[in-house]
């Protein structure tokens, strides 16, 4: 069965940082493209970024360009985001998501998507 389970998440006060990570179990990262998501109350989900399972490319989305950061440990079978320079308007439900077909970066299809962790930005 695939699983992925994010942590990481918590408050944070503007300006300050946080550490995402997404672990899988049941399958190897290596070969899947991996994203993250969010999705703040009342809102639309919105992809964050993405690193890809054939080159490692990444991509970001324009209102995180510059402050994230996404990186994939294989050993530890896990993928990070590091959120520096938060704002409050970061504040949602993160979640990581999985897709195995090649070039699917920014991910189109689902193979598996966890619970999500929560991050809060407020003074």
């Known amino acids: 069965q695939l699983q992925l389970v994010e942590s990481g998440g918590g408050l944070v006060q503007p300006g300050g940082s946080l550490r995402l990570s997404c672990e899988a179990s049941?399958?190897?990262?290596?070969?899947?493209?991996i994203g993250w998501f969010r999705q703040a109350p009342g809102q639309e989900h919105e992809g964050v970024s993405c690193i890809s399972s054939s080159d490692g490319t990444t991509v970001y989305a324009d209102s995180v360009k510059g402050r994230f950061t996404i990186s994939r440990d294989n050993a530890k079978n896990t993928v990070y985001l590091q959120m520096n320079s938060l704002k409050p308007e970061d504040t949602a439900l993160y979640y990581c998501?999985?897709?195995?077909?090649?070039?699917?970066?920014?991910?189109?299809?689902?193979?598996?998507w966890g619970q999500g962790t929560l991050v809060t930005v407020s003074s």
């Open positions: 998501g999985a897709d195995s077909e090649p070039g699917h970066c920014p991910l189109k299809t689902l193979d598996a």
């Open positions: 049941g399958f190897t990262l290596d070969y899947y493209n």
